[in-house]
């Protein structure tokens, strides 16, 4: 297995592999080749630790650390007890593995999970269904492939929100809508239902070139090619933020707007927004140029009366077509016909996105006239 050639996998909500393979390209990593669940690059550790560390859309990082076939239960446990285990990890390294099972002889993931831990208990190894350390293994089509999870907590957990809605937005999530609605840092960015602030936050970090993974822990810190000194080289100094306030975010809950700012106080962009409390329908623009309204309403599904929320989506249109002229809407919801209600010109929306148990559609209008 050569250090130089990884083969690292980026993990993303379905439906959103472009956006994502555009981003890693944007950011230097090479092939950036979208599949199912996901973006493939290739790279030494280094590449490894800067996925973790600057790209705004991967959920996390796998890394491909080797694989062979596996025709049956006996070929798996010997070719596992001569895989060589603590080229990846040091020895007395506390692991968790998780193993499915497709289309192969070895169909039985309890017999094969039982197979790899005594394989990583013989070389040395802490076996603990706990563990942070995570070796996800993938039997399909009789080949064994071992991957190794270098993030750790999910990649959406930036360290710096506390204060958390009732359903929040996932920050990876949030990035790639906004990638997708075009949103390149230029631009001012209002969410009139801001709930936690994730839409204006996110906005406001990418504009300032703030790494998303500046202020928190990862899972490869404990792996055996852990480099504490080069990983440090590649964790720029944080820019300080200036105004004036770029990113706004309101909201009908006192409680939120308070949490929303706090929260951009610890992220470090406190400078760049403004969040204040009301109802949708007092929703104004900045004043300077248009640029994009971005806004999660609730969906009915997990929050509130879905037939209240017809009232509320109704308001959201009439206010954006009134007042928000020249500005463009992304628009998050699971129910198309709370969408249609806004009146807003939307094109076709995005593809259906997983989150939380539902699926999730981003709708777009041109600038509105």
């Given at each position: 297995?050569?250090a130089?050639?990884?083969?690292i996998?980026?993990?993303?909500?379905?439906?959103?592999?472009?956006?994502?393979?555009?981003?890693a390209?944007?950011?230097?990593?090479?092939?950036a080749?979208?599949?199912?669940?996901?973006?493939?690059?290739s790279?030494?550790?280094?590449?490894?630790?800067?996925?973790?560390?600057?790209?705004?859309?991967?959920?996390?990082?796998?890394?491909?650390?080797?694989?062979?076939?596996?025709?049956?239960?006996?070929?798996?446990?010997?070719?596992?007890?001569?895989f060589?285990?603590?080229?990846?990890?040091h020895?007395?390294?506390?692991?968790?593995?998780?193993?499915?099972?497709?289309?192969?002889?070895?169909?039985?993931?309890?017999?094969?999970?039982?197979?790899?831990?005594?394989a990583?208990?013989?070389?040395?190894?802490?076996?603990?269904?706990?563990?942070?350390?995570?070796?996800?293994?993938?039997?399909?089509?009789?080949?064994?492939q071992?991957?190794?999870?270098?993030?750790?907590?999910?990649?959406?957990r930036?360290?710096?929100?506390?204060?958390?809605?009732?359903?929040?937005?996932?920050?990876?999530?949030?990035?790639?809508?906004?990638?997708?609605?075009?949103?390149?840092?230029?631009e001012?960015?209002?969410?009139?239902?801001?709930?936690?602030g994730?839409?204006?936050?996110?906005?406001?970090e990418?504009?300032?070139?703030?790494?998303?993974?500046?202020?928190?822990?990862?899972?490869?810190?404990d792996?055996?090619?852990?480099?504490a000194?080069?990983?440090?080289?590649?964790?720029?100094?944080?820019?300080?933020?200036?105004?004036?306030?770029?990113?706004f975010?309101?909201?009908?809950?006192?409680?939120?707007?308070?949490?929303?700012?706090?929260?951009?106080?610890?992220?470090?962009?406190?400078?760049?927004?403004r969040?204040?409390?009301?109802?949708?329908s007092?929703?104004r623009?900045?004043?300077?140029?248009?640029?994009l309204?971005?806004?999660?309403?609730?969906?009915?599904?997990?929050?509130?009366?879905?037939?209240?929320?017809?009232?509320?989506?109704?308001?959201?249109?009439?206010?954006?077509?009134?007042?928000?002229?020249?500005?463009?809407?992304?628009?998050?919801t699971?129910?198309?016909?709370?969408?249609?209600?806004?009146?807003?010109?939307?094109r076709?929306?995005?593809?259906?996105?997983?989150?939380?148990?539902?699926?999730?559609?981003?709708?777009?209008?041109?600038?509105?006239?």
């Amino acid at each position: 297995m050569s250090a130089d050639a990884l083969e690292i996998f980026l993990v993303c909500a379905p439906g959103l592999e472009p956006l994502l393979a555009e981003e890693a390209r944007e950011k230097g990593f090479a092939p950036a080749e979208p599949g199912p669940g996901g973006v493939t690059v290739s790279g030494g550790w280094p590449e490894v630790w800067r996925a973790n560390l600057v790209l705004r859309g991967a959920a996390r990082v796998l890394v491909r650390i080797g694989g062979f076939r596996v025709p049956h239960i006996a070929q798996l446990d010997k070719r596992a007890r001569k895989f060589p285990w603590t080229d990846v990890l040091h020895p007395g390294t506390a692991v968790r593995v998780d193993v499915t099972c497709r289309k192969s002889k070895i169909y039985h993931a309890g017999a094969a999970t039982q197979r790899i831990e005594d394989a990583l208990k013989a070389a040395g190894m802490v076996v603990d269904r706990e563990a942070p350390t995570v070796l996800k293994t993938r039997i399909e089509d009789d080949f064994c492939q071992f991957s190794l999870d270098s993030s750790g907590e999910p990649l959406h957990r930036r360290g710096f929100k506390q204060a958390i809605g009732k359903a929040p937005m996932r920050e990876t999530l949030a990035a790639l809508f906004l990638r997708a609605c075009g949103y390149d840092g230029t631009e001012p960015v209002l969410d009139p239902m801001c709930g936690s602030g994730t839409f204006p936050l996110e906005a406001a970090e990418i504009a300032a070139g703030l790494q998303p993974g500046r202020a928190r822990t990862f899972a490869f810190e404990d792996f055996a090619s852990f480099d504490a000194e080069a990983w440090a080289a590649l964790k720029a100094p944080a820019p300080e933020p200036e105004g004036p306030p770029r990113f706004f975010g309101s909201d009908r809950d006192q409680g939120a707007v308070r949490g929303a700012a706090d929260n951009a106080g610890r992220s470090g962009v406190a400078a760049l927004c403004r969040f204040e409390c009301h109802p949708v329908s007092e929703a104004r623009p900045p004043e300077g140029p248009p640029g994009l309204v971005m806004v999660n309403p609730p969906y009915g599904a997990r929050i509130g009366n879905k037939k209240l929320l017809y009232a509320v989506y109704g308001a959201l249109g009439e206010t954006l077509k009134t007042h928000f002229r020249g500005w463009r809407v992304g628009l998050v919801t699971s129910e198309p016909a709370l969408a249609k209600t806004t009146g807003l010109p939307f094109r076709q929306p995005g593809p259906p996105v997983p989150h939380g148990g539902l699926k999730i559609q981003l709708w777009q209008t041109p600038p509105l006239r």
